[in-house]
């Protein structure tokens, strides 16, 4: 069986505004190459047709100079999520993505392109909405695997309030995610 090396590179984005899915392949594009550009948070993951992840399983590497910091009482809630917020979930939640890929590889091996993963968070941390573009990957084994689980995902909490004295009860955030083997 030959193997095919798979990777699947998440940046992420932030919008603060509603996020709509719309317009022609070429619309799709042009607003991938724009969210791609931030390299600073990309995320890689390799997955092989057949390989499987069990969701549940965490692997912790603890060695010589690590350390474990836990603290009590309570966490200062930010105003707005900021890209560090957004990089420190979707690392915990890589997991997720190569369980759905390596599960959608068994139907189709060929499997590949590009999508941008759309959701809204909520003040309290909760995913309201999960929008995935182009619908060809949303209708995509891949995309209805994903889809559930991103919804699953918690943010840390905040408030709202935007330096012009409005406060919001959702923010938008844009990640593409690029498929190729």
Not at 153 to 168: A, L
């Amino acid at each position: 069986m030959r193997s095919i090396r798979i990777s699947i590179i998440l940046a992420v984005s932030i919008a603060l505004s509603s996020f709509a899915f719309a317009g022609d392949n070429k619309d799709f594009k042009a607003k991938f190459a724009k969210l791609a550009k931030n390299k600073a948070s990309f995320f890689k993951v390799t997955a092989k047709p057949g390989e499987e992840i069990p969701e549940a399983t965490l692997n912790l590497a603890f060695g010589p100079g690590s350390t474990i910091s836990v603290s009590r009482g309570r966490t200062q809630v930010k105003d707005m999520l900021d890209e560090q917020d957004i990089v420190a979930v979707v690392n915990r939640n890589l997991r997720a993505v190569k369980y759905c890929y390596c599960k959608a590889l068994k139907v189709d091996p060929d499997f590949e392109g590009d999508a941008i993963i759309g959701m809204k968070i909520k003040t309290s941390g909760k995913v309201a909405k999960v929008e995935i573009e182009p619908e060809e990957i949303a209708e995509h084994k891949f995309g209805k695997c994903l889809a559930p689980r991103v919804a699953k995902w918690r943010f840390p909490k905040f408030t709202g309030h935007k330096e012009e004295g409005m406060t919001v009860k959702s923010m938008g955030y844009e990640f593409p995610l690029e498929f190729s083997q």
